[in-house]
């Protein structure tokens, strides 16, 4: 059973390993000091350099959050110019999902 949770623990990405499990696998590296003052990040980039993995790729690049903020504001502007313009009901909600899709992106960016 032992033998089977090791493997299972190789397949998965450095990621997705616990920080417990990230700190055993580095103590096994011989001459090695400061892991335990180390976070989690630390301890990943160590052991891509001592066992050779290279880093993924980043998905995307964030364009960041104040980039998404300001689209919001603009977005809010149009609609309410709209709105004094009374454009159609579907105009205000596509308007108003825009905004919202935006206002998500704020969350994840």
């Given amino acids: ?5 090791e493997s299972q623990k190789k397949e ?3 990621e ?9 696998e580095a103590l096994k590296v011989p001459n090695v000091q400061g892991i ?6 630390e301890i990943i980039d160590f052991l891509r350099v001592e066992k050779g993995i290279p880093a993924p790729e ?8 104040r980039v998404f903020k300001k689209k919001v504001s603009e977005l809010r502007l149009k609609r309410d110019q ?3 313009e009374e454009a159609t009901k579907k105009r205000l909600e596509i308007l108003r999902r825009k905004i ?3 206002k998500k992106k ?3 960016a």
């Fill in 100 to 102: 919202s899709k935006m």
């Fill in 36 to 41: 335990h003052g180390m976070n989690k990040q």
């Fill in 82 to 84: 709209e709105r004094v």
């Fill in 58 to 65: 980043s998905k995307k690049k964030s364009e960041g959050v």
């Fill in 1 to 5: 059973m032992g033998q089977k949770k």
């Fill in 16 to 24: 997705d390993w616990t920080i417990k499990e990230l700190r055993e």
């Fill in 106 to 108: 704020t969350r994840i």
């Fill in 12 to 14: 998965k990405p450095l």
